[in-house]
């Protein structure tokens, strides 16, 4: 009997301590994070950091698996996904959320931008912040900006003039304000997948894309481009998102702890994404495979203003005034004489009288 009763004692014991574990595995916070490109990228360099910082600081409440190549989802439908709980972040581009919020496309517009400076100025001001707030009310909460970098335009013969774009098909991702742009220009836009973009110019099917350097160079566009015109002209970022209603129902210690590592590790793959912008731009040139032409101040000026049906199209649907914000972001405060200096030589001044109207 006394045998029989330890027995007993060491299985109530082993039960409950079972039990204990299991319910410490069941509320121990799942957080997948998705994306598209490979580990090796920005992008996928961010993720990897977040799931580290998330591990080292609260490694026994959260766990993050990382899903990268579009294992998971891809970005059309991603954010579906994580509408329905089956996924808690990703980072997709910022065209991809049009259908949430008309806001977003204030990021499409072409040379709204002179630099990333400019680009990064007004993201992480007063503005560009509550741009990741506009989709709260369709359940997508922004966490940050993730850099890839500014556009440039490549084709089969040299674009160092709007005029040199008529009649040319150029692929675009899957924005209003992008198709209006070539159109503007009297080019054919064509929605096209990123993955086929290679053969579309190779068999010359298309004439021409814009893409960021390190997608020309990692994609190798410049080996079946002859020119590249360093344009400088548009944005490719992406909006590291999650839902409001997963996001809303973490503890607010454990919400605070994972957005310092998401800014943290957002901070470290805009870095990695910089470097890389300079090294693959580098990379291309030395390759003589293409020719790169550099637009000067003026030339640059042409394609700002042949932009301004653009802007006025979408001014509605933005809002004028964060047009405006995001065109006061390419002037530096010069702290010697506390005024506004142009951060590039290009000039605005007509768009922004224009945008006033």
């Known amino acids: ?3 029989l009763m330890i027995i007993l004692a060491i299985c109530c014991t082993s039960i409950v301590i079972f039990s204990l574990n299991y319910q410490k ?4 916070i799942s957080i997948k994070f998705s994306h598209v490109v490979a580990e090796n990228t ?10 580290q910082l998330v591990e080292q600081r609260l490694g026994d409440q959260v766990q993050v698996d990382v899903f990268p190549n579009s294992q998971l989802f891809g970005d059309n439908k ?4 994580m509408l329905l709980g089956d996924v808690q972040i990703a980072a997709p581009t910022l065209s991809k959320f049009s259908r949430y919020t008309d806001k977003l496309q204030l990021y ?7 630099d990333m400076a400019a680009a990064e100025r007004f993201q992480q001001g007063i503005h560009g912040q509550q741009l990741l707030q506009t989709m709260n009310e369709r359940g997508l909460v922004g966490l940050g900006y993730l850099h890839n970098g500014m556009k440039q335009l ?3 013969t040299p674009l160092k003039t709007p005029s040199d774009v008529a009649g040319k098909k150029f692929r675009i991702m899957s924005s209003d304000v992008l198709h209006e742009q070539f159109i503007t220009l009297n080019g054919t836009p064509l929605k096209k997948q990123f993955s086929e973009v290679f053969t579309l110019l190779q068999t010359k099917a298309i004439d021409g894309c814009e893409n960021p350097w390190s997608n020309i ?17 548009g944005l490719v970022d992406y909006m590291v998102v999650t839902s409001s209603e997963f996001w809303q129902s973490l503890d607010p210690n454990i919400r605070n702890e994972l957005k310092r590592a998401m800014d943290e590790a957002i901070l470290y793959g805009n870095q990695v994404a910089k470097q890389k912008v300079i090294s693959d731009r580098q990379a291309i040139i030395d390759s003589k495979r293409t020719t790169v032409i550099e637009l000067s101040d003026e030339e640059r000026q042409y394609w700002i203003t042949a932009m301004i049906p653009v802007w006025k199209k979408f001014e509605n649907d933005i809002g004028a005034d964060l047009i405006q914000a995001a065109v006061s972001s390419n002037l530096v405060v010069d702290q010697n004489s506390n005024r506004g200096i142009n951060n590039n030589a290009s000039n605005h001044s007509c768009i922004k009288d224009d945008c006033n109207g």
């Open 1 to 3: 009997m006394k045998k």
């Open 42 to 51: 920005p992008k996928g360099k961010m993720a990897l950091r977040f799931k």
């Open 154 to 156: 490549s084709a089969n």
């Open 25 to 28: 595995q069941e509320s121990k």
């Open 78 to 81: 991603v954010l579906e996904a």
């Open 217 to 233: 160079y990692s994609k190798k566009f410049h080996e079946v481009q002859d020119y590249i015109t360093e344009s400088n002209h």
């Open 108 to 114: 499409d517009l072409p040379f709204l931008f002179n």
